[in-house]
């Protein structure tokens, strides 16, 4: 004989309709497994747990064995195995169990693993937007060399870290280590070489030699992030006008940074822009 506890569970329920104190109700069973009654609908039509009891209004109602087998149901289904995968497992007297959740186990640590790899890789996205380089102040010096300021990575966050230019530029920071970096700060440096001897040997701005040296400057610069000749226009306005880039460019030949904005202006005229009007866009 059932007591008031029994009655309380399967006595009069919400749902689908009231029990008939023979079974739990969709409602009651919703609430006591933490399972939507959309999910019952659903175990029940496509046959994996289909209640044993209807009552005479048509309502459904399930058993204690029924329940049973709906706890089994959502343990399987917490470890993420598929609902034809927990037929199997409920209803083949065949089937090798511990194999298929062994399997499904191998399965879940793989993930578990990608996981891992994602959010390792979410936490060097954070860093590289909020400190631009992810490498020490050792490193940096050992790569970009004795000109190099590790204060310019900051200063530019300040500036430009509202931008979809720094977004750019911290996507492919996030991606690079020291020897990533080494290669960048070499293309660097190699082309500033070139740009020092072109203008010893009297290249003059508007020239062929000139006009490549230019495209040489936006292929390397595309290692921060795309530069338009917009954009160009204005770096080298920074270049000449600002002291800690006219100093470093200066420290390469005299003079450079001046050199460089007019065979950048020169250019930019060849294309149609006027270097007086041009934005950074």
Do not use: K
């Amino acid at each position: 004989m059932r007591d008031a506890t029994d009655a309380g569970v399967y006595g009069d329920g919400d749902g689908d309709g009231d029990g008939d104190g023979d079974g739990l109700t969709v409602g009651q069973v919703s609430s006591r497994l933490g399972v939507t009654v959309r999910a019952l609908h659903h175990w029940d039509e496509i046959g994996l747990a289909r209640p044993s009891l209807r009552t005479a209004a048509g309502y459904r109602l399930y058993t204690a064995v029924d329940l049973e087998r709906l706890h089994r149901i959502v343990v399987y289904r917490e470890t993420g195995l598929a609902l034809d995968r927990i037929r199997t497992v409920l209803d083949d007297s065949a089937a090798d169990v511990p194999g298929a959740l062994r399997a499904h186990r191998t399965q879940i640590t793989e993930r578990i693993d990608r996981l891992q790899r994602l959010g390792a890789g979410l936490d060097r996205m954070i860093d590289a937007h909020e400190r631009g380089l992810l490498l020490t102040v050792e490193q940096q010096a050992a790569i970009f060399g004795p000109r190099w300021n590790p204060d310019w990575p900051a200063e530019a966050r300040e500036r430009y870290g509202d931008t979809a230019q720094w977004l750019q530029y911290a996507e492919r920071s996030a991606s690079r280590g020291p020897e990533e970096w080494q290669g960048v700060a070499d293309a660097v440096a190699g082309f500033e070489r070139a740009l020092g001897d072109a203008m010893d040997a009297g290249v003059t701005p508007g020239s062929p030699e000139a006009n490549q040296l230019v495209e040489r400057h936006r292929e390397v610069f595309a290692s921060y992030f795309p530069l338009t000749r917009q954009m160009q226009v204005c770096l080298g306005r920074r270049y000449e006008a600002e002291p800690a880039f006219a100093a470093h460019y200066d420290g390469v030949r005299p003079g450079l940074a001046a050199w460089f904005r007019r065979i950048v202006d020169a250019s930019a005229r060849a294309h149609g822009i006027d270097p007086d009007t041009a934005t950074w866009r």
